[in-house]
């Protein structure tokens, strides 16, 4: 009788192929085991979500005035979006873009009167399907004029004080949960720049470092102020994490139906993101008022659960979890 003797690198392999089909959380399948019942949900580690809203004006001199603090397109846009570009450059959240910020106040009729208090804050959260939103105040955005040295002398006439100019610009801001309306963090910025250079950033846009334009005292005592606060920010995102993640509460509509796959027509700015679980509902009947024809009530029966795997602006992917007979035009609610 004869006996096979393996090679080491063989039998190495061979042991180790088997190990793993015996070790509990392998990550090679074991061929022998029966197979689960619907697909298994994918895990996606993802950054909170937070929209950045207009500061407004809490106290601030002429001179804040002057430079269209209270204008459309002054300081109060321009300090927000300067905050929202250092954010999205951080990268330890993931910003909402401006436009779809001002579709919805505009839709909800929300922040018309100027200052937002936290829990109206909460409230535009919900709607964005963002985690939390960040309010802000600009208390300082002034220049002053400063007397430096004294007499040069009497040669040509020349004497007296040299004058300079000192801006100084402070940003106090709150960040809110929007599953609680708790405020997470009360973060706060000053910076200060007079004639002696640097580059400033003021309402988004690099000022050259060669002028001593009030803009550009302006924009690099901005600049200071909100890098203060992307730090301060920044150290808080675990606290955010902690909280529980909030859903979109707009409805998708499914476009699309092939095989184990199905496309519906929201996207990432709806709030919707790769690893969130929708619930498909078929509408079975709209219950309308009828007298003005509104709809007050919608009934409709479960289809199933699907689990979105891409997700791009406009539109999302998702593979079926449970259920069957999927169909175009019926409706998803996220529920995870």
């Known amino acids: 009788m004869k006996h096979t003797v393996l090679p080491i690198a063989k039998l190495s392999i061979a042991l180790t192929v088997l190990t793993a089909f015996c070790v509990p959380g392998s990550v090679y399948a074991n061929p022998f085991s029966a197979p689960g019942i619907g697909v298994e949900q994918i895990k996606v580690k993802e950054s909170r979500r937070i929209a950045v809203l207009d500061f407004d004006y809490a106290n601030v001199s002429k001179t804040g005035i002057s430079y269209g603090l209270y204008g459309k397109n002054g300081a109060s846009r321009g300090i927000s979006n300067l905050l929202t570009n250092e954010l999205v450059k951080d990268g330890t959240y993931v910003l909402v873009e401006r436009s779809k910020i001002d579709t919805i106040l505009a839709e909800q009729n929300l922040g018309a009167s100027g200052r937002i208090e936290p829990t109206t804050a909460a409230q535009i959260g919900r709607v964005l399907g963002v985690d939390a939103v960040l309010i802000g105040s600009i208390t300082q955005f002034h220049i002053e004029e400063q007397s430096k040295g004294g007499s040069i002398g009497g040669f040509f006439g020349l004497g007296g004080k040299q004058k300079t100019q000192l801006a100084t610009v402070q940003l106090s801001t709150r960040l809110v949960s929007t599953a609680t309306g708790e405020i997470l963090t009360a973060a706060e910025g000053t910076g200060q720049a007079d004639k002696s250079g640097g580059r400033g950033r003021i309402f988004g846009i690099g000022v050259d470092s060669n002028s001593d334009s009030s803009e550009r005292l302006l924009g690099e005592a901005s600049g200071q102020a909100v890098d203060k606060i992307v730090s301060q920010l920044a150290a808080v ?5 902690a909280k529980p993640a909030t859903l979109p509460v707009e409805e998708m509509v499914v476009a699309d139906v092939t095989g ?4 519906l027509n929201k996207g990432g700015v709806h709030g919707f993101r790769p690893g969130m679980v929708v619930s498909v ?26 689990q979105l795997t891409e997700v791009d602006a406009q539109s999302s992917v998702g593979k079926i979890l449970t259920g069957t007979g999927f169909k175009v035009g019926d409706v998803a609610k996220a529920v995870e």
Do not use: C, F, M
């Open 237 to 241: 995102a675990p606290k955010l994490a």
């Open 260 to 263: 184990n796959q199905i496309v």
């Open 281 to 306: 509902e078929r509408v079975i009947k709209d219950i309308k008022d009828p007298t003005t024809g509104k709809l007050l009530r919608r009934q409709t029966q479960s289809v199933g659960r699907i």
